[in-house]
């Protein structure tokens, strides 16, 4: 093809995209506008939403149902027998319990039952025991995913293949922004744990990514010392001012560009700049506590005065919601406890109990819990029989994806209940499955979001925040 011919045919495409305002992006969007109640800066959700916020509290590694939550006192008559064949079935197990005899480990801590709905509540979590009413913990969830990675990769975009766009990302992208001065969606990594420290998987950011999505809807993820956002100084000797003046320069610079070839992405460069910009003001008042009442601060434990801790994060999350921030995901790793489970759950509990309490008392306090989802949950569960040493006080757990425990509360969602329920051992699922994607798709109805109708097209698939199969809300915990 002759040089010239092929400059203009890449013009006349250019040409399309720039036309179609936000490009393929825009068009794809259009299936989310119907007749209902507007949110967003995009238009309207499929149908009235119950909630404008979510706060994701992601526990990597994988909490033990067993130790946490699912109350299994019948196991403690089977300590160190052979878990049956009928119960196991050939589940396919991970490299490090493959061919090794499963003995049954029953948790050493003691449950008690919790608020007026007379919840089951593991001895680790006092101070969650105190909002027992304010959960539901679904007991049925599960996974397709054995391993850490595409069981984490799954949970945050929807599918156990890399690349696809975060699900923080998908409500950026669908809702739009709720405040202008900060970014739709914030991911905050905790920057110590108190459990495991040596078995300890990385975090990537792929699980806050926009995948095929526009850069502009990926998560932003605070850093843990220096400034909370990077480059969020201004180098010295540079102003406000004089950083002001440059950005309108390299504003217009872009725009020329943007002009001149209709690529959507430069479009998203001036978006960022724009914001970081304005974040320069909005974050560094978003993270001074220094306002936040002694009661307050009290309410979150001691961990809430050392930057990084999962404490200080719940308090953080809270002061994002009431700005109005869509989507915030936190992320307490050292929760993978194939050995020493008790002393290392200990650790994780203490981190975790009193920060996630005091987060649902602090949002329904201040009238936010009613259109604020808390969820929590891993990438998956433990198996019921031991990993490695087993004692009554010692033991150790392997992955299991069969069955696990997860909750959620605010939001529209019925408080004080339990859903789902796992056989004697904690191994299979006897009533309500709820798979990751299920969970996911819940969090979307609540937001006002039929995940079905929300897509992308993506490598020849309609793509969706719940991946491409089927996936269902779990109506019957909804309000």
Request: glycine content about 10%; aromatic content about 8%.
């Amino acid at each position: 093809m002759p040089p010239v011919q092929q400059f203009n045919d890449l013009q006349t495409r250019r040409r399309f995209l720039k036309g179609s305002t936000m490009g393929l992006g825009a068009a794809a969007l259009g299936s989310l506008l119907s007749e209902s109640t507007p949110a967003g800066e995009f238009g309207k959700t499929h149908f009235p939403p119950k909630v404008r916020r979510v706060i994701f509290l992601f526990m990597a590694g994988a909490p033990s149902q067993l130790d946490l939550f699912d109350y299994k006192p019948q196991l403690q008559k089977q300590f160190n027998e052979p878990l049956p064949k009928s119960i196991s079935n050939g589940q396919r197990v991970t490299a490090m319990t493959k061919g090794l005899e499963q003995r049954v480990a029953p948790s050493m801590f003691k449950f008690h039952r919790a608020g007026e709905s007379g919840l089951w509540m593991s001895e680790l979590l006092p101070h969650l025991s105190t909002v027992a009413d304010d959960l539901c913990i679904i007991k049925s969830t599960n996974t397709d995913s054995i391993n850490h990675d595409p069981g984490k990769t799954l949970f945050c975009t929807g599918s156990e293949i890399p690349g696809k766009a975060s699900l923080g990302s998908w409500l950026s992208y669908g809702l739009g922004s709720l405040n202008r001065n900060l970014p739709d969606f914030v991911v905050l990594p905790s920057a110590f744990w108190t459990g495991d420290q040596a078995n300890i998987q990385a975090l990537y950011s792929r699980l806050w990514g926009s995948g095929f999505l526009p850069s502009k809807h990926q998560g932003v993820s605070f850093q843990t010392s220096g400034d909370p956002v990077l480059f969020l100084s201004n180098p010295s000797g540079v102003s406000r001012t004089s950083r002001h003046r440059m950005l309108d320069l390299v504003t217009e610079l872009n725009e020329a560009h943007l002009n001149e070839i209709g690529d959507p992405e430069i479009q998203t460069t001036i978006s960022q700049q724009e914001m970081a910009f304005r974040m320069q003001a909005s974050v560094p008042e978003l993270t001074d506590l220094s306002g936040e009442p002694e009661h307050i601060l009290k309410r979150y434990g001691p961990e809430v005065h050392k930057t990084g801790s999962f404490a200080r994060n719940c308090l953080l999350a809270r002061r994002m919601v009431e700005r109005d921030v869509r989507f915030v995901q936190l992320f307490h790793r050292g929760w993978d406890h194939h050995s020493n489970l008790p002393r290392k759950m200990r650790g994780q509990a203490y981190d975790i109990d009193q920060a996630c309490a005091a987060l649902i008392t602090d949002l329904k306090q201040r009238g936010l819990l009613d259109d604020t989802l808390v969820v929590f949950g891993g990438e998956f569960g433990r198996t019921s029989y031991c990993q490695g040493k087993l004692t009554p006080t010692d033991y150790g757990r392997d992955h299991h994806p069969r069955c696990f425990t997860t909750w959620m509360a605010g939001g529209g969602i019925r408080g004080g209940i339990t859903y789902g329920r796992t056989d004697d051992f904690s191994y299979n699922i006897v009533e309500n499955p709820v798979h990751v994607r299920d969970f996911n798709a819940t969090i979307l109805h609540q937001l006002g979001i039929d995940h079905n109708r929300l897509t992308f097209p993506f490598l020849g698939l309609a793509q969706r925040a719940t991946g491409v199969q089927e996936a269902h809300v779990v109506k019957e915990i909804l309000a």
